[in-house]
């Protein structure tokens, strides 16, 4: 079921950013490799790319379990990125914990070399995307049980708000943290929780610049990181516009769509960076 109706200026970040999971039109099948391929390739760190067209070398897979999070998943071999990647989730997760906002739970990085995946993400490919959880409750439990854990939504689908029974004031410090690090490009969370935490910060606004609304993100947030230093084959997207967001573009999510925006058809599936096949043919 759609959750979310797509006012016009919604549809145009649709059509531009190519992000919504599995309304890619391809131009052939998507390669299984990288999904098969289970190590990273020897060699330094390299980012190729875009996070929606690129992939990864010398990736470094985030320890299953650290001090304020537990990585969810495994078995989905997708906690690969670089290690700037590695060391933002794991400073979130100490400084969440150092708050008492609870544990972390850590979804979806990439794939040992990134690259498209044939699920469940349009981008995640070059190892600077990260998902986190918004549930902080949940008790250690072990690798096992984490794969197939059922992670609350945020959001109240018959009011399109957050539900105030589970978004609470730690829910909202934790996206102001993982904002507020200067290596994030930018944050995607559902509309409804956007405009909670445009409602609820009256202070300090800067940060909120960098949380952009997007479909589906009711549990789970996703961090963007700008290319790191050292990285010349790395493509940042382009920085959110000023303001804090928190106008127009924002309700426009909330509009139903004009009349005249057709089903718009899937942007094609760009071709991936010359660079990406030799890090899949990689040792
Ligand atoms: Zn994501």
């Known amino acids: 079921m759609k959750a979310w109706t797509v006012g016009a200026t919604a549809l145009a970040a649709l059509l531009t ?164 690090d200067p290596r994030v490009n930018r944050i995607f969370v559902s509309p409804a929780i956007k405009l909670a935490l445009c409602e609820r910060h009256d202070l300090d606004r800067e940060w909120l610049r960098l949380v952009r609304p997007w479909f589906g993100h009711e549990a789970h947030f996703h961090v963007r990181l700008n290319c790191p230093a050292g990285q010349p084959e790395c493509r940042d997207q382009e920085p959110p516009p000023a303001g804090d967001g928190c106008g127009s573009e924002l309700m426009s999510w909330f509009e139903p769509p004009p009349p005249a925006a057709a089903t718009p058809k899937p942007p094609r599936r760009p071709e991936p960076p010359a660079a990406c096949a030799a890090v899949l043919e990689a040792p």
């Not at 999904?35 to 320890?63: D, E, F």
């Not at 290690?83 to 990439?110: E, F, H, M, W």
């Not at 949940?138 to 096992?144: A, C, K």
């Open 17 to 180: 950013a190519g992000m919504a999971a599995g309304t890619l039109a391809g131009t052939g099948t998507l390669p299984q490799s990288w999904q098969t391929v289970r190590t990273p390739s020897a060699g330094p760190v390299r980012v190729i790319g875009t996070p929606a067209n690129g992939c990864i070398a010398g990736a470094q897979s985030l320890p299953p379990e650290g001090e304020g999070y537990q990585a969810i998943r495994l078995s989905r071999s997708r906690h690969y990125g670089h290690p700037t990647t590695v060391d933002y989730i794991r400073s979130l997760a100490a400084r969440a914990k150092a708050r008492n906002l609870g544990t972390l739970q850590i979804g979806d990085i990439g794939q040992a070399r990134g690259g498209p995946m044939p699920w469940g993400h349009a981008s995640h490919q070059n190892g600077l995307d990260v998902d986190v959880w918004f549930e902080l409750d949940v008790p250690p439990l072990p690798r096992e049980a984490r794969e197939g854990l059922e992670l609350a939504s945020m959001v109240d689908g018959a009011t399109k708000r957050v539900d105030p029974t589970r978004w609470t004031e730690a829910q909202a410090e934790l996206v102001r943290l993982a904002a507020r």
